[in-house]
């Protein structure tokens, strides 16, 4: 009698530990994988200048009914913007244990990020820079 190879004992195709927890990862990755969202329509509130601001939006339309997050920047002096933080009105740990809204929180402080720093050669940081500021002077 002739051994069975292992692909036609259907042994490659039977999901193993490993390739259920690859498969769930990538199930989660594809979760946390937002498209763009447009915060023009959910913003309440928007204060931005070359010298910080915040805004406030509503997550209302994005699963999280009653749900503010807010991203402000604050002004350092000497012409220097500190870098982007956020908020939510839930109980921090749960907001940022939450991977859809950690993903929103960093979207939102991009957005804002356009909003305040000038996209020019001599002033412009891009965001990466920005967020190795202290968030405040003081």
Known sequence: MEKMSALHAGQINRPGPVRL?????LFNLKIIIMKAINFKKITL?????????????????LGYPGVKMTAYQNYLGGDMLGSIQN?????????QADPKLVEISEQLKRY??????PDTEWEGQSYEQRQNMPVSAY
């Open 21 to 25: 927890r690859v498969l769930s990862l």
């Open 45 to 61: 509130r928007l204060q931005a200048s070359n010298r910080g601001g915040g805004i406030e939006i509503s997550l209302d339309t």
């Open 87 to 95: 908020d939510c009105n839930m109980p921090t740990n749960e907001w």
């Open 112 to 117: 804002f990020h356009s909003l305040t720093n």
